[in-house]
């Protein structure tokens, strides 16, 4: 299994990722499968590809947050259940660490959700913005109003926002 996943980690930061890309086109691109996987296996390391920085470490820091809650709850209900042996069932003190531990119980398990759901929405994040890399919006204010320019390069012909 480390074999496979040390193969896998290496095939993803290999230059040019895993799919082919067109070599032919003078257009910087980010390949968007390199980008959510690398984001997928290091929530933050696909946005690291697509030089968004600020937002790396945002997810770093909260899918860290939610990683180090989900063990830290599972470690308090572990210590609970280990003292919940030491009480006869129907005990006072058995039902008031039984309802502890079910309440370590319940916020692991939003933490792990959370944690999920950070994971996936910074693969999420990654791949768009590795499609949207040469996508290019600005506004401009003229004295007839506000003007939106959008330009994304379709034939791999690419106009900077200058040349119109």
Excluded: C
């Amino acid at each position: 299994m480390r074999k496979f996943i040390s193969a896998l980690i290496l095939i993803i930061l290999l230059p040019g990722g895993l799919l082919p890309q067109d070599t032919t086109s003078s257009i910087p691109t980010k390949n968007s499968t390199k980008a959510l996987l690398l984001s997928l296996v290091l929530p933050g390391a696909g946005q690291l590809y697509n030089g968004e920085y600020i937002k790396a470490g945002a997810f770093v820091t909260a899918v860290s947050a939610f990683a180090y809650e989900t063990f830290y709850e599972n470690n308090q209900a572990s210590k609970l259940l280990d003292k919940r042996e030491l009480y006869s069932e129907g005990s006072s003190e058995y039902l008031k660490l039984k309802e502890q531990f079910d309440n370590h119980i319940y916020k692991r398990n939003q933490y792990v959700w959370l944690w999920v759901g950070a994971t996936l929405w910074a693969g999420l994040d990654a791949y768009i913005e590795a499609e949207l890399f040469n996508f290019d919006a600005h506004l401009e204010m003229k004295e007839s109003g506000l003007t939106l320019y959008l330009s994304f390069p379709l034939t791999g012909e690419y106009t900077s926002p200058g040349a119109r």
